[in-house]
């Protein structure tokens, strides 16, 4: 796991350490320097901890205008016993909400499970985006099965179109742009 690293190719068009809207506003991840693990095994020193042990994330691409934030994610997302979402929503989505993000791309490639506890934090997010959306992409297919059987799928854009997205070889105006015409699409 310490060989995957978040994309970084649109370093050059956003970088959430020079963000001063970012809550990683400041923080200086080492190149070289293995410091977080999940379940004993080190993971890249670009991912971003918030809080969880077993789950961490990268702010990659914010944009204030067009009011969209692009979130990887690689590890297991545990509601059930670190309540992720809740730290999840509480220290990363409601500050970035602050700015007038309200459409959020999470990717989920590297998101290995998904163990439920309530939909509480699910739905208040959905319900604070408004006008937004919340869009998965890439998750695996055993994690979009998790989120179905217990209806949190509810409160997402996923499946289709958004399982196999090859979204690397997008500039992030491109990949939001399409994402938000599927997304269109869909509510429609």
Known sequence: MHLIEPYFA???????SEDPSSPFYDKINSEFEFTDSIY???????????????????II???YDENF?????????????????????????????????NKFILIGENVLNFHYSDDCYYEEWFEEVEDGW????NFQDHVTREFEKVHVDHYFVMKGELDELEWRTNTPQQFFEKISEYVTKRLD
């Open 134 to 137: 919340i869009a998965l992409v």
């Open 10 to 16: 649109w370093r050059d068009f956003y970088i959430s």
């Open 61 to 63: 691409y914010v944009d």
């Open 69 to 101: 934030c692009i979130i990887e994610f690689i590890g297991e997302w545990n509601d059930a016993i670190e309540n992720d979402i809740m730290t999840l929503k509480r220290d990363i989505i409601e500050p970035t909400m602050e700015h007038g993000i």
């Open 40 to 58: 004993n095994y080190l993971i890249h020193p670009q991912w971003d901890n918030f809080g969880s042990p077993t789950l961490f994330i990268k």
